[in-house]
Structure formats: structure tokens, C-alpha cells
């Protein structure tokens, strides 16, 4: 099975503090990668050099010709435009002409039927599939979602992770995704990286694994040296 991203020896500091130290990342297409770290250790940092907005660093970062879209730190909406209009707005600033495209991701997160309502009347759910569809615009092979389900109650949550699994398995579509949810991360995830001390310390594929809790959280504090709960 080929990857398609794969980053070596990634490091950035500000000041004196490093806050990733030579991290190495091998993803495979079609998986759902879970990273898991302790708020501060460097999720958002590697998510954002991933996806070209932090320039300076060390390291190589390839996506072997894939495709890569994200949502992290959530894209601004406009909140007195309806979901159709935030969508072409979206495809004004990335160039695409064709609304065929707007309907096609609106399709994939359920939306289809909604696009002519205010945003400002969405719940904090449907703000999170509408985020989806505008980084879904441009058929990404890859999608880095950066802690989506912060701030969604447990049916929200849920239904999250429905719709990850479903661009996943249904539209191909490889996900890198970090939670501060460990058992959420475990309900999802087809692999399991653990950041600590700016790097991998530890990466799980059993999914038996993911399913115990206890288990999971366990081999998450011994990696981190006590680190603190996630669950």
C-alpha cells in the first residue's frame, strides 16, 4: 500500500523552545490516522506545516502528488449568508467555477437539502459538516481535520464520526485527524499516533486496542510518562 504523506525529521522552534523535535510520520492511503497529545504538544503546529501555513521549519514533508485539504483552526463563515453562498464564496477564493462541485460536497456531508438556510441558524453540528463541505471543494485525497469535534455535544460527536467514516470508506478519502478525546480518537482511527516530546512516541494498529478504553488510556500514560487523562 502506497503513502501518501510521509514527513521526516520535522522540528520547529520558537525562541528556545522546541516544540516538535525531529518527528517522522508515515501515512497510508486509506487510513484514518488518530493523533493523540496532551493540549500544547504540538498537534496544531504539525497540522499547520503540513499544510504549507508554517513555512519555517526543518524536516521534509511529501504528499506524493496527492491532494490535500484542511480544517483547522475552522475556516470564518458568514453567518447572515445562507450555506449555498458561503460555499461560492469559497469557490470564488480557490478559483472554481463549477457549482457542480458545491452540490457534490454538500452531498457528502448531507447538506444537499439545507443550502438555502441562514448559517446563523445552524447548530454547532451543521457548522462542522458546512466547514467539511468547503474543505471537501477542491476533491481532496487527503483531509486534516485539526479537533473537529471540540465543543459538539455526544450526539454531534457522534454523528461526526459517522460522516469521517463515511468519506473514508465510501469516497476514499485518507484522514489525518487529531482529537484531546482518546476514546473518540479509538472509535475511529485505523491507526493511532501518540505525540509527546514533539515527536511519535508510539503508534497502535489494533483495533482491539481501540475499543478498550482502559486499555488504550493505559498505553497512552505510560508513553507520556503519567501525562494527564484524555478520556
Not at 522546541?18 to 492511503?29: F, G, R, V
Not at 519555517?56 to 458568514?78: C, K, M
Not at 447572515?80 to 463549477?98: H, P, R, S, W
Request: hydrophobic share 40%; with cysteine; aromatic share 6%.
Amino acid at each position: 500500500m502506497s503513502y501518501v504523506l510521509q514527513g521526516a525529521n520535522i522540528s520547529k522552534k520558537y525562541g528556545r523552545h522546541a516544540i516538535l523535535n525531529d518527528l517522522s510520520l508515515n501515512i497510508k492511503q486509506g487510513e484514518i490516522y488518530g493523533l493523540i497529545g496532551k493540549n500544547g504538544s504540538g498537534k496544531t503546529t504539525l497540522f499547520r506545516i503540513l499544510t504549507g501555513l508554517i513555512p519555517d521549519y526543518s524536516g521534509t514533508v511529501s504528499f506524493n502528488g496527492s491532494r490535500i485539504s484542511a480544517v483547522i483552526n475552522a475556516p470564518s463563515l458568514f453567518l447572515n449568508m445562507t450555506v449555498f453562498e458561503n460555499m461560492k464564496a469559497q469557490c470564488y477564493l480557490l478559483g472554481i467555477t463549477d457549482n457542480n462541485k458545491i452540490q457534490r460536497a454538500l452531498k457528502m456531508v448531507g447538506l444537499s437539502e439545507k443550502n438555502k438556510q441562514l448559517v446563523r441558524n445552524y447548530s454547532l453540528g451543521m457548522t462542522q459538516r458546512l466547514k467539511l463541505a468547503l474543505s471537501l471543494l477542491e476533491n481532496p485525497d487527503i483531509l486534516i481535520l485539526d479537533e473537529p469535534s471540540n465543543g459538539l455535544d455526544p450526539d454531534g460527536i457522534a454523528e461526526l464520526r459517522e460522516l469521517i467514516i463515511e468519506l473514508n470508506q465510501k469516497h476514499g478519502i485518507t484522514v489525518l485527524i487529531s482529537s484531546h478525546i482518546l476514546s473518540e480518537l479509538g472509535q475511529v482511527a485505523t491507526c493511532l499516533g501518540i505525540l509527546h516530546d514533539g515527536k511519535i512516541v508510539k503508534e497502535l494498529l489494533d483495533k482491539e486496542i481501540f475499543q478498550d478504553t482502559v486499555q488504550l488510556e493505559t498505553i497512552y500514560r505510560e508513553c507520556t510518562r503519567g501525562g494527564v487523562s484524555h478520556d
